[in-house]
C-alpha cells in the first residue's frame, strides 16, 4: 500500500528553520513527482515546491521564493523541503503528494497524499 509519512513539523520562531521529510512506503518514489503543499487555516490548499523523478524543481509559491528548497534522497526514498527564514504567515498544516514522473500545477492531479504535518512560526 502506497503512503507517506511526513516528519519535521512543530513550532519555529520567525527567522527560524525547519526541514520536513516526507518518507515513501510502498513503493519506488524514483518515479514519482513529490510536491509540498500547504493550507493556512481559512485558506485554499497551495502548492509550493515540486521535485520530479528527474530532479528538476518548480517553485509554484512566489512567497517562499529565496527561503525554501526541495531535495530528495532517493536512497531513503525520502523528499525534504527546507524551510529557512520562516514568517508567521509560513504557519499552515504541509503536506506532500505525488504523481508519477512530472510536477503539476493542479493539485487534483496527484494520487498519493500523505496526513500532513503542522508548522507553528511564532515568537
Known amino acids: 500500500q502506497l503512503h507517506f509519512v511526513e516528519s519535521g513539523g512543530g513550532l519555529a520562531q520567525p527567522g527560524g528553520s525547519l526541514r520536513l521529510s516526507c518518507a515513501a512506503s510502498?513503493?519506488?518514489?524514483?518515479?514519482?513527482?513529490i510536491g509540498w503543499f500547504r493550507q493556512a487555516p481559512g485558506k485554499e490548499r497551495e502548492e509550493v515546491l515540486c521535485?520530479?523523478?528527474?530532479?528538476?524543481?518548480?517553485n509554484y509559491s512566489d512567497s517562499v521564493k529565496g527561503r525554501f528548497t526541495i531535495s530528495r534522497d532517493n536512497a531513503k526514498n525520502t523528499v525534504y523541503l527546507h524551510m529557512n527564514s520562516l514568517e508567521p504567515e509560513d504557519t499552515a498544516v504541509y503536506y506532500c503528494a505525488a504523481k508519477i514522473y512530472y510536477c503539476s500545477a493542479y493539485i487534483d492531479r496527484y494520487d498519493y497524499w500523505g496526513q500532513g504535518t503542522q508548522v507553528t512560526v511564532s515568537a
Open positions: 521535485i520530479n523523478s528527474s530532479n528538476d524543481i518548480t
Open positions: 510502498g513503493f519506488n518514489a524514483d518515479f514519482y513527482a
